[in-house]
């Protein structure tokens, strides 16, 4: 069986785990210790995971995050999420073929009492917003404790490979995201008053003002907190449509777990549906990790993300359609292409615009929604509650990390820690990081051509400020207190003109700065780019095609030198010289050539009811529209005839879709009932909560898992 690891990555080392070996399917394979069971399973080349018990349908992964139940396979006969257990040596794994049946247990249970424990408090959620505030509490040696449900610390810091936008000074704006993590983490666990627990999930926060938690994924603990602070992060929203739980149709935080957590080559070529940052980031880590990328489809008229992201994908190579919708995702047991379509000014697909591509991974990227429950939960019991990152409000992780030590901060103060006075400036500063992005203005090219000075292909309004941060002879300004303002270059005294120093280049989060150079040659200069691929992808002497911000193609020209080194934090400058006459407008360098990205001869079509609305039951959209329109209006109702949103994930994935249905029939939002709420928010097996000891199953432990 093939071997889908990543052997080789521009920005992240490989790790030298040790291997042990499990059993899939009857064959033993090799997976690293300490690594998730998808991640074994993909590195295999494993897609199907499962069957559904309705209609054999073959199940992948969707979220990779916890948050579904998508990814269900037996491990040792005990249903598992796959995303989340730690593969074990000789550990026997069987996809789900239909409902599960249990193995009998041999012995009877052992009931330890359940533990109780009060801290005054506890932060769900290990992630930018969560490290942030935990920090702040271990400053001031102040007990807490901080749970996370998954093996490490970071949350989706650990996922980005890229440079982060934001303030410099505030937020580490400049600095790879899984640098920040570590910065973060290293900083925390110098503070013994806060505890951490790792693999630990919380399930949910009752009348008593305790939250259950099942503390390393096997033993159940109550925790009574003066204060709960909130900082769980976010879901992944579902998009229906033909073929939308299809093997290799998935969410694309799974797809940077897959490959930017775990290096693994998740895909052997994909198309991203959504032009937010995530879409649009998830792009650039394909790339980055040797996949190509058919396209990108949006349906509004321009992306929502950064512009500088959408640039710089759109000149490796990536064509963007925008105004644009998927119709659907083709394959018979796992995705073999995709089909979009052009939108008209109602949001209808225009026939005969439609275009197949070849692909195994659809990803969906069209946002998020605040894992928010807990603090929903919290506030209905009276339980002192906060929330910080995307548990309050969907934003960039810089935005979380600057909330989560606000918060951190006000809960000090709210128990009485002298922390002085917060500046409302912190404040300002929060909503700044938050904001979506502004106007863009018209890019202007320097007049120059004498001497050496950068060009800044920054053109939207957005919370980013590391240029002019590092400039050692202070040449590049925003003028104003808002970061959200354009940057400019100016030399007011001839003196201390720019020397090339390259450091503006480098720690550009957008690669949006280069370097032009007439000293030595005024009608060839030279010209530094960003390079953030593998080093030996490019050598001195090759011929590469620039492209100029807006992805035209400017020419073919030479390499004239590679530059690698330890200052320039894994960003490789790569040097070409190009004609004076367009070497200003040069943006970038050309990687996937259009073979990659053409369209199939003939576009794939999908039958429009094959549209899963509930992924755990597998409950149509036709269904759930009918009752809609036989006058149902209460969620509860539809649930019990089509028992949508009765599965395992708890309805966090088709509630929106189901909203969406009725919005689409024309019913008003006030006219719907909404389904309660789970009292337990993540799935845990019964005994867990008698106190059953975990185990072996054959010594009678059920491990805790569902």
């Known amino acids: 069986m093939s071997d889908f690891r990543i052997e080789k990555h521009?920005?992240?080392?490989?790790p030298s785990a040790e291997t042990v070996t499990v059993i899939w399917k009857g064959r033993p394979i090799s997976a690293r210790a300490g690594e998730t069971?998808?991640?074994?399973?993909?590195?295999?080349?494993?897609?199907?995971?499962?069957?559904?018990?309705?209609?054999?349908?073959?199940?992948?992964?969707?979220?990779?995050?916890?948050?579904?139940?998508?990814?269900?396979?037996?491990?040792?006969?005990?249903?598992?999420?796959?995303?989340?257990?730690?593969?074990?040596?000789?550990?026997?794994?069987?996809?789900?073929?239909?409902?599960?049946?249990?193995?009998?247990?041999?012995?009877?249970?052992?009931?330890?009492?359940?533990?109780?424990?009060?801290?005054?408090?506890?932060?769900?959620?290990?992630?930018?917003?969560?490290?942030?505030?935990?920090?702040?509490?271990?400053?001031?040696?102040?007990?807490?404790?901080?749970?996370?449900?998954?093996?490490?610390?970071?949350?989706k810091l650990v996922l980005q490979t890229h440079r982060f936008f934001g303030s410099y000074d505030a937020v580490f704006a400049g600095t790879r995201g899984i640098d920040i993590a570590t910065k973060l983490e290293n900083e925390l666990r110098t503070y013994p008053s806060v505890q951490i627990?790792?693999?630990?999930?919380?399930?949910?926060?009752?009348?008593?003002?305790?939250?259950?938690?099942?503390?390393?994924?096997?033993?159940?603990?109550?925790?009574?907190?003066?204060?709960?602070?909130?900082?769980?992060?976010?879901?992944?929203?579902?998009?229906?449509?033909?073929?939308?739980?299809?093997?290799?149709?998935?969410?694309?935080?799974?797809?940077?777990?897959?490959?930017?957590?775990?290096?693994?080559?998740?895909?052997g070529r994909l198309f991203i549906v959504g032009g937010g940052n995530v879409g649009l980031i998830a792009g650039y880590h394909a790339l980055q990790a040797g996949i190509?990328?058919?396209?990108?489809?949006?349906?509004?008229?321009?992306?929502?993300?950064?512009?500088?992201?959408?640039?710089?994908?759109?000149?490796?190579?990536?064509?963007?359609?925008?105004?644009?919708?998927?119709?659907?995702?083709?394959?018979?047991?796992?995705?073999?292409?995709?089909?979009?379509?052009?939108?008209?000014?109602?949001?209808?697909?225009?026939?005969?615009?439609?275009?197949?591509?070849?692909?195994?991974?659809?990803?969906?990227?069209?946002?998020?929604?605040?894992?928010?429950?807990?603090?929903?939960?919290?506030?209905?019991?009276?339980?002192?509650?906060?929330?910080?990152?995307?548990a309050e409000e969907i934003a960039?992780?810089?935005?979380?990390?600057?909330?989560?030590?606000?918060?951190?901060?006000?809960?000090?103060?709210?128990?009485?820690?002298?922390?002085?006075v917060i500046a409302a400036e912190w404040y300002a500063t929060a909503e700044?990081?938050?904001?979506?992005?502004?106007?863009?203005?018209?890019?202007?090219?320097?007049?120059?051509?004498?001497?050496?000075?950068?060009?800044?292909?920054?053109?939207?309004?957005?919370?980013?400020?590391?240029?002019?941060?590092?400039?050692?002879?202070?040449?590049?300004?925003?003028?104003?207190?808002?970061?959200?303002?354009?940057?400019?270059?100016?030399?007011?005294?001839?003196?201390?003109?720019?020397?090339?120093?390259?450091?503006?280049?480098?720690?550009?989060?957008?690669?949006?700065?280069?370097?032009?150079?007439?000293?030595?040659?005024?009608?060839?200069?030279?010209?530094?780019i960003p390079y953030e691929f593998l080093k030996e992808s490019i050598e001195v002497g090759d011929r590469v095609h620039v492209l100029d911000t807006e992805a035209a193609d400017l020419g073919e020209v030479e390499v004239v030198a590679v530059r690698a080194i330890k200052a320039n934090d894994r960003t490789v400058l790569v040097k070409v010289k190009a004609p004076k006459a367009f070497a200003k407008k040069i943006a970038g360098i050309r990687i996937q050539e259009d073979d990659v990205t053409k369209p199939m001869d003939r576009y794939a079509e999908r039958t429009a009811d094959d549209v899963v609305i509930c992924r755990c039951e597998r409950v149509m959209a036709g269904e759930v529209r009918a009752l809609i329109r036989n006058g149902f209006r209460d969620i509860s109702a539809i649930k019990a005839v089509t028992r949508a949103g009765m599965g395992s994930c708890g309805a966090k994935t088709c509630t929106a879709l189901v909203h969406r249905l009725?919005?689409?029939e024309g019913v008003p939002e006030k006219d719907i009932i909404d389904q309660p709420k789970r009292p337990l928010f993540m799935e845990v097996s019964l005994g867990t909560f008698a106190g059953n000891e975990p185990g072996s199953i054959k010594d009678g432990g059920d491990r805790g898992r569902y």
């Open 396 to 420: 960039e992780a810089s935005a979380a990390i600057f909330s989560g030590k606000i918060r951190g901060l006000e809960i000090l103060r709210s128990m009485g820690h002298d922390v002085g």
């Open 432 to 528: 700044i990081l938050k904001s979506r992005p502004g106007k863009t203005t018209p890019e202007t090219i320097p007049d120059g051509e004498s001497g050496v000075f950068p060009v800044l292909h920054c053109i939207q309004e957005i919370p980013c400020d590391p240029c002019t941060m590092v400039c050692p002879r202070d040449l590049i300004h925003i003028h104003s207190d808002d970061i959200r303002c354009l940057p400019c270059f100016e030399v007011s005294d001839p003196a201390k003109a720019c020397t090339g120093c390259e450091k503006c280049v480098t720690i550009c989060p957008g690669l949006a700065i280069v370097l032009v150079d007439f000293r030595k040659d005024a009608d060839y200069p030279t010209v530094t």
């Open 197 to 267: 627990w790792l693999q630990s999930t919380a399930l949910a926060v009752y009348s008593d003002k305790k939250v259950g938690v099942l503390k390393d994924g096997r033993r159940y603990v109550q925790v009574k907190p003066e204060v709960l602070l909130v900082t769980s992060g976010a879901r992944e929203k579902s998009l229906a449509f033909p073929g939308n739980t299809l093997p290799g149709a998935y969410g694309a935080g799974a797809f940077q777990t897959l490959v930017n957590r775990d290096l693994v080559r998740a895909a």
């Open 10 to 14: 521009p920005i992240l080392t490989p």
């Open 292 to 390: 190509p990328v058919a396209g990108l489809v949006e349906a509004l008229p321009e992306c929502s993300g950064y512009k500088v992201h959408k640039d710089k994908l759109q000149r490796f190579g990536v064509p963007i359609y925008t105004s644009h919708t998927i119709l659907s995702a083709n394959g018979k047991n796992s995705v073999e292409s995709v089909t979009i379509a052009a939108l008209d000014d109602k949001w209808k697909p225009v026939s005969g615009t439609e275009k197949s591509f070849s692909c195994d991974t659809v990803l969906i990227a069209i946002g998020l929604d605040p894992v928010d429950e807990f603090f929903t939960k919290a506030g209905e019991f009276g339980l002192t509650a906060y929330a910080a990152g995307d």
């Open 37 to 155: 069971i998808a991640s074994a399973l993909f590195a295999q080349g494993e897609r199907i995971f499962s069957y559904h018990h309705k209609d054999r349908a073959p199940q992948g992964i969707f979220c990779a995050n916890g948050q579904c139940a998508q990814c269900l396979v037996l491990a040792d006969g005990l249903p598992v999420k796959a995303c989340m257990e730690l593969v074990c040596p000789g550990q026997k794994l069987e996809p789900v073929d239909g409902l599960p049946v249990l193995p009998p247990v041999s012995g009877s249970a052992r009931l330890t009492p359940i533990e109780e424990i009060s801290v005054p408090v506890l932060i769900i959620g290990g992630g930018p917003a969560g490290l942030s505030a935990a920090i702040e509490f271990g400053k001031r040696g102040v007990s807490a404790l901080l749970i996370d449900d998954k093996h490490r610390l970071g949350g």
């Open 662 to 664: 009725f919005r689409e």
